[in-house]
């Protein structure tokens, strides 16, 4: 599955021209503008599950930093201050990494 087989590329060429500068990245209007925060928890899940690259059911720190790379690959990775601070906001329960679970709650909050 291809992330654009639930995503537009419009909306994704839009929300990755909007966090091109450093430090431009902010999670909510990024799943906004991509339409993200629109789709369905099982669209959100399959989303969560291109996002896990190495398929172990969390988005930990090194995935989070290549994360606008999920929607295209010559996206910039997040510095960082933004994958922290990324991480920090979907880290609900502390253990450093992201769950399917958080990762819908983010994309809803």
Known sequence: M??????SAKDIDAALTSVQAANSFE???FFKKVGLSGKSADQVKKVF??????CSGYIEEDELALFLQNFKPDARALNDAETKAFLKAGDSDGDGKIGVDEFQALVKA
């Open 27 to 29: 999670h909510k209007s």
């Open 2 to 7: 291809s992330i654009t087989d639930i995503l």
């Open 49 to 54: 599950e291109i996002l896990d690259r190495d």
